[in-house]
């Protein structure tokens, strides 16, 4: 089985190790998305696409009053992502699900975030628009991607990859729309894209 597809979409015993070994490479980038959230106590927080569980691990950690959610289409990595986050109770809730189409109501949650998750969403503009619809008024977006993150077809998303992302951002409602590449500790670069939904009741007004 291609090994390059497996880090899109883990299965089976490979793919239950393709998570363990994105749980110790992509840590710190991991860590750095988190830490650029900022969240804070009584919010209440989306990852999509959270993979082994490192960053629900690292927000649980962080940010101890915070409730947390995340979705993500393998059933592999959710399980994996359970086990992890077992020690936090119902602090921490997942799901198996995929960004396009998200189980939860309206106005949802005051922050959602992801790490090399949203190169995969399909179709991006329509997966960032379910983002917009599940955030509250105000609510912050943060992503973060590898130059060497896997693209659906295989690919990889490459240094020009804010081109693409930051348009798409914009063209689903979000507001404040800032992308910037960081040194990785892997090597390369990382892409870190911060929006909010707009303040006021148009969610198309961005």
Do not use: C, H, Y
Request: proline share 7%.
């Amino acid at each position: 089985m291609d090994l390059t597809r497996q880090f899109a979409m883990p299965r089976g015993p490979l793919g239950r190790l393709v998570g363990r070994l994105m749980a110790v490479i992509n840590k710190s980038q991991v860590e750095a998305v988190v830490a650029e959230l900022a969240a804070v106590p009584g919010e209440r927080v989306l990852e999509i696409g959270f993979g082994p569980g490192v960053g629900l691990v690292t927000l649980a950690r962080t940010a101890p009053e915070v409730r947390i959610e995340g979705v993500d289409p393998s059933s592999a990595m959710v399980a994996q992502a359970r086990r992890r986050v077992r020690r936090f109770g119902g602090r921490v809730r997942l799901r198996e699900g995929t960004a396009a189409a998200l189980p939860w109501e309206d106005d949802s949650f005051d922050a959602v975030f992801a790490a090399n998750s949203a190169q995969l969403w399909q179709p991006r503009v329509g997966s960032l628009a379910e983002v917009l619809r599940v955030l509250r008024p105000g609510g912050r977006l943060v992503l973060g991607v590898l130059e060497r993150a896997v693209l659906p077809d295989g690919g990889s998303a490459g240094p020009q990859f804010d081109e693409v992302l930051l348009p798409d951002v914009e063209a689903a409602g979000f507001a404040g729309v800032e992308g910037e590449w960081r040194p990785s500790n892997l090597g390369g670069r990382e892409l870190l894209v911060r929006a909010v939904r707009p303040a006021g009741n148009d969610r198309d007004s961005g």
